[in-house]
Nanobody
Framework: QAQLVESGGGVVQAGGSLSLSCAAS???????????MSWHRQVPGKQRELIAS???????TYADSVKGRFTISRDYAKNTVYLQMNSLKPEDTAVYYC????????????????????WGKGTLVTVSS
């Protein structure tokens, strides 16, 4: 089953940096066609927040809370989206999720999926003061 897999979370001191990755994964040979990709974060008891997105053409947008500190990028060949986080603050502590919309095709099974909304399971980022 096609899914997104995040990596790179951990513990960092305030003012430090951390880089997250999120790759589309599926059965061997699965072909992905991904449109916009994005990063969201969620603190317990609060709603999930969109913090950065990047279009299929590579244009990024950021929430005010991370603008100037975080950078989103993507590797089309690897179906991967990245989030470089600099000047981290304790309030950046959250579970970070990646999201992508698009479709996939498994040539071995001859199965195609369209209009998909993929989510990763999340990776925890903790910023200590």
């Amino acid at each position: 089953q096609a899914q997104l897999v995040e990596s790179g979370g951990g513990v960092v001191q305030a003012g430090g940096s951390l880089s997250l990755s999120c790759a589309a994964s599926g059965a061997s040979g699965t072909i992905f066609s991904l449109n916009a990709m994005s990063w969201h974060r969620q603190v317990p008891g609060k709603q999930r927040e969109l913090i950065a997105s990047i279009t299929s053409g590579g244009s990024p947008t950021y929430a005010d809370s991370v603008k100037g500190r975080f950078t989103i990028s993507r590797d089309y060949a690897k179906n991967t989206v990245y989030l470089q986080m600099n000047s981290l603050k304790p309030e950046d502590t959250a579970v970070y999720y990646c999201n992508a919309d698009g479709g996939d095709y498994d040539p071995h099974r001859g199965e195609a999926h369209y209009g998909m909304d993929y989510w990763g399971k999340g990776t925890l980022v903790t910023v200590s003061s």
